[in-house]
């Protein structure tokens, strides 16, 4: 079963760096890559950065060269999986709650199976 906890959010200053985790477990994030999803109240989400199952890493132009998304390893069923993104010079407009997720195929991903999310809020 589909099971996935972001941590690491909080308030921080324009400018500033965050890094989230992400915590997640299910035999589906061993099939797909995995992504950074956010969400501001009132607009759809987002897939702001994933990674492919061969490492490749791919961004929203919104978040290039300042987003960096990472695991540990290559995520595998029943094993600890972590994910993390690292976000440098942060804007207001980066205020969201984040989440985290499978990203492949539409027909597959992201699974009905969203965590609690993490808010970021960049205020000054």
């Known amino acids: 079963q589909a099971h996935l906890v972001e941590s690491g959010g909080g308030l921080v200053q324009p400018g500033g760096s965050l890094r989230l985790s992400c915590a997640a477990s299910?035999?589906?994030?061993?099939?797909?890559?995995m992504g950074w999803y956010r969400q501001v109240p009132g607009k759809q989400r987002e897939l702001v950065a994933e990674?492919?199952?061969?490492?490749?890493?791919?961004?929203?132009?919104?978040v290039k060269d300042r987003f960096t998304v990472s695991r540990d390893t290559v995520f595998r069923d029943n094993a600890n999986n972590t994910l993390y993104l690292q976000m440098n010079s942060l804007k207001p407009e980066d205020t969201a709650v984040y989440f985290c997720?499978?990203?492949?195929?539409?027909?597959?991903?992201?699974?009905?199976?969203w965590g609690k999310g993490t808010l970021v809020a960049v205020t000054s």
């Open positions: 299910g035999s589906v994030f061993s099939i797909y890559g």
């Open positions: 997720n499978c990203a492949g195929p539409s027909n597959y991903c992201p699974v009905n199976a």
């Open positions: 990674i492919t199952r061969s490492g490749v890493t791919n961004y929203a132009d919104s």
